[in-house]
Nanobody
Framework: QVQLVESGGGLVQAGSSLRLSCAASGRTFSSFVMGWFRQAPGKEREFVSATASGGFTYYADSEKGRFTVSRDNAKNTVYLQMNSLKPEDAAVYYC??????????????????????WGQGTQVTVSS
């Protein structure tokens, strides 16, 4: 069992930056692919970024160049650095952990069902 707790959300102005954190319980954190998703009101949860140990990172096209995902396996924590925030980035941001038991590809890690564990989310609001 893995428990995930996100933090770092808040209200910022457009053009600002935020760093989200996701702290994970459990001793096998390094073996998980960690993903970030977001969900705006009335919309489906969408993929933002993913990272695996060994340097794998992957981003949705809309976030490339603005967002950076990283992880610290010693601290069981994954981060999402978000720069140049736009009003359309406003959403609840979720952290997720995937064991890879369902296979692994750049396509599968972008899908909600691939992940095994989810956090409760942290709200990001961007004012124009």
């Amino acid at each position: 069992q893995v428990q995930l707790v996100e933090s770092g959300g808040g209200l910022v102005q457009a053009g600002s930056s935020l760093r989200l954190s996701c702290a994970a319980s459990g001793r096998t954190f390094s073996s998980f692919v960690m993903g970030w998703f977001r969900q705006a009101p009335g919309k489906e949860r969408e993929f933002v970024s993913a990272t695996a140990s060994g340097g794998f990172t992957y981003y949705a096209d809309s976030e490339k160049g603005r967002f950076t995902v990283s992880r610290d396996n010693a601290k069981n924590t994954v981060y999402l650095q978000m720069n140049s925030l736009k009003p359309e980035d406003a959403a609840v941001y979720y952290c997720a952990a995937g064991s890879g038991s369902k296979g692994f590809s750049r396509t599968t890690v972008t899908t909600v069902p691939w992940y095994d564990y989810w956090g409760q989310g942290t709200q990001v609001t961007v004012s124009s």
